[in-house]
């Protein structure tokens, strides 16, 4: 019997994960744990949440002040424009200045309300997130990156208005988008081809969320307006109270998803981790993107 080679990939992938800010000790150990997995991944960077709000501002700060101060891996805040005046962002971008912390994911934020609520910039604060990406790069030598939706943000009127607002994202200054996450690429696909036509030449990451909670992935793909496919819905239905072929089931998913978007040209990957290694390593694995030695493993 002869078996298909593996399949090939670049290998000038290059991976980036997101972590959010633990409320308790036992959250925050499982922070650092995944952490530790991945570092030896050499991720292009790691980014931390900014809770809705900006409840996190202080917990946001010290995790990546810890990652700037004990790794070697390139660490990037996220900001949220909402409920907070300009001062006290430039404080933020300031006070990450000062811990030489040099990226920033600039965002305007959910409604106070919640998703779904209307959104009302702070009296005193940036009135679009253009703003605050120009106000980061005025600060100083920031990268910025922002958010960007294959599905269209779900207050868009349409995909038009909703590049109008990347595009002036990125002549503020962002110089990469991350996306929103999607199930089916085609949405991905599509959107790339969109941004194309209107002449947006930053690199947009695809944000990959691997799933192995459904019900949980199904919440958040309500709010923020991603499709789930029936497929995709299928491959989970009857699960629930089976999380060990769950997980299995998870990762054949991810990685297929990941694979077809190498196959299509994509090269940079940036994974929600949830605070979670296991899964996000797998896929890695997968794609070719492994630890450079033993011993970094
Ligand atoms: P914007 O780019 O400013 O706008 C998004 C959409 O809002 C536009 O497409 C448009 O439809 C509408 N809009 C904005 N301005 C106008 C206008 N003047 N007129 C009409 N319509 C307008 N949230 C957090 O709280 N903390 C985080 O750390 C966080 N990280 C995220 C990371 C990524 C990669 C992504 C994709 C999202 C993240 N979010 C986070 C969620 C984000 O804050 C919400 O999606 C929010 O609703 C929009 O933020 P934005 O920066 O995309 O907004």
Redesign the pocket.
Known sequence: VSLPPARQVSPDLSVSF?FFPPKTAEMEASLWSAFQRLVPLEPKFVSV?????GSTRDRTHQIVGRIRRESNVEPAA?L?C?GASRASLEEVIHAYQTIDVRHI??????PVDG?GGT?APHPQGFQ???DLVAAIRRAGDFEVS????PE??P???DFD??ID??KA?VDAGATRA???FFFDNAHFYRYRDRLQKRGVEIPVIP?ILPVTKFAQAARFAGQ?GAEIPDWFAAHFDGLDEDPDTRRLVAASVVADQVLDLTANGVTDF?FYTLNRAELVYATCHMLGVRPATKEAA
Request: net charge neutral.
């Open positions: 997101e949440t900014y809770g809705a709000g996220h949220t909402v994911v600039a965002l305007r934020g959910d998703v959104y679009t997130t253009a922002v958010a960007a939706y269209k943000h207050e868009s009127r208005a909703d607002v990347l994202k991350i996306t929103q944000g923020c940036h």
